[in-house]
């Protein structure tokens, strides 16, 4: 009995200790802007003795950084951050200000009464910076603090509303598509599916729209392909009669 109560105690002791061991840290890195920089950065991290486990942000293009302070530090991290020449690390601080932007294709923002709305929704949230419309692009552009909002926190917004915004951007290679489909198949396995067809970029659906909107790219499909894709996985698309406008 005794014995056991000792391996415990000393259990606890060294778990205590190799706590109190372990530093955590959150730093800026410039240029992290995807998966694949997410993991040049943390190829090169790792190899340091004492780093525990790393997280990524890439809209605040942080890495939070948990290592053992006996064997690694702070500087030692930056310095072999900095020697890639690309990924430079600096100081981050929750109160920073993160200005990122974003493009969405709004395929049911048909006009100024459409945007108004978006408008005011948006500019009651906590962090919009500003935002830009193209209505006769069906786009907008936000700028936003992405130490106090997120991209996806904008869309969830965007789709309360009853739209349903999918990635934007300005390449002429690149292509929307906006569907009907029934009310059972408005739902992430929908969005899922759709993802993996050829060419896809993004997805999104709206249950006020019973919609679907997509981003493709047009060197790796087209409109019909496209659509004939979503329909051989099973999803009941069906493209909407042109919109007819009430705006006064």
């Known amino acids: 009995m005794i014995r056991t109560l000792v391996v415990i105690l000393l259990t606890m002791i060294n778990a205590h200790v190799a706590m109190a061991q372990t530093d955590t840290v959150t730093m800026r890195i410039k240029g992290m802007r995807c998966e694949e920089c997410a993991h040049k950065v943390k190829t090169v991290v790792k190899r340091l003795p004492g780093i525990n486990g790393m997280t990524f942000n890439f809209e605040r293009r942080t890495a939070t950084i948990a290592f053992d302070r006996a064997q690694t530090c702070l500087d030692s991290i930056q310095d072999r951050l900095a020697a890639t020449g690309r990924y430079k690390a600096s100081s981050y601080s929750p109160a920073d200000t993160i200005i990122r932007g974003m493009g969405l294709r709004i395929d049911d923002m048909h006009c100024q009464k459409c945007y108004n709305r978006i408008s005011q ?128």
């Open 121 to 248: 929704r948006l500019k009651a949230m906590t962090g919009i910076d500003s935002m830009a419309p193209h209505l006769d692009k069906q786009y907008i552009f936000v700028r936003y603090d992405a130490n106090r909002t997120c991209k996806a926190e904008i869309r969830r917004a965007l789709g309360e509303l009853g739209f349903t915004p999918v990635n934007y951007y300005s390449g002429p290679k690149v292509g929307y598509a906006y569907f009907n489909i029934p009310a059972s198949q408005v739902n992430q396995a929908t969005i899922d599916e759709v993802l993996i067809v050829d060419g896809v970029e993004d997805a999104n659906v709206n249950s006020r729209q019973n919609s679907l909107a997509v981003t493709y790219f047009t060197d790796e499909t087209n409109a019909e392909k496209l659509a004939a894709d979503i329909k051989a996985a099973g999803i009941e698309i069906v493209v909407p009669p042109a919109h007819e406008c009430d705006e006064k």
